[in-house]
């Protein structure tokens, strides 16, 4: 049952996304290395590296609707990786940024095939986390870990879009039991299962399962 939610999970995501162009995978791939700096960035910022014109830019960014600005119009967050503090933290090769969510954040190992170590808390004990991803697999000291998420068949592009208000980290099944019972319209999946699925998502979206 778990491995059939997981591939509906997959399904339905790169549904909402769309069938990305390698030219867009690419200009994606870049805004996120650019956020593992931990800052904000002008759009103009990327035109000068990918000499892209700004409106082609735009258009590209729209298509990816888990892309977030801040009050100056600079790109806080995209693709799962934050430039501004949240309670995802991810260090890789002397490098501190966040993710926006704890599903997103188990698939940006894939995408910037680096190793990684996220730290993090449970959403409902605040008991600390920490789990080592590569692109291969991960480990954690941790074998009762779980992520929320939403019933596959109700992901759509606005849930999307605020993933990070939904998608935590619950440490343990009496915690599990207790936070569904606080969101009933929510489930729970295992660690290995999120992960599968986050990877899966990442490898048919940015076209690394060809």
Not at 136 to 145: H, L, P
């Amino acid at each position: 049952m778990e491995k059939l939610k997981a591939k509906q999970i997959v399904k339905n995501w790169c549904e909402i996304l769309g069938e990305l162009s390698n030219d867009h995978c690419y200009f994606s791939t870049t805004i996120i290395k650019k956020l593992t700096a931990g800052k904000p960035f002008s759009v103009a910022e990327l035109d000068e590296e990918l000499h892209v014109p700004v409106r082609r830019i735009k258009k590209l960014i729209s298509k990816r609707p888990t892309t977030h600005f801040d009050k100056d119009r600079c790109i806080r967050s995209h693709g799962g990786v934050s430039a501004t503090e949240t309670n995802i933290v991810i260090k890789s090769n002397e490098k501190t940024f966040y993710a926006n969510s704890a599903w997103e954040s188990l698939a940006l190992s894939t995408i910037l095939d680096v190793d990684l170590t996220i730290t993090t808390k449970c959403d409902k004990s605040q008991e600390e986390i920490e789990i080592k991803v590569t692109p291969q697999g991960y480990e954690t000291n941790n074998d009762d870990i779980m992520i929320s998420f939403l019933p596959p068949a109700e992901l759509t592009t606005d849930k999307m879009v605020n993933i990070h208000e939904w998608s935590f980290f619950i440490l343990g099944s009496e915690n599990g039991e207790e936070w569904v019972e606080q969101h009933p319209d929510y489930l729970l999946i295992p660690l290995s299962i999120a992960y599968q699925s986050a990877r899966d998502a990442t490898e048919k979206t940015y076209h690394l399962d060809t």
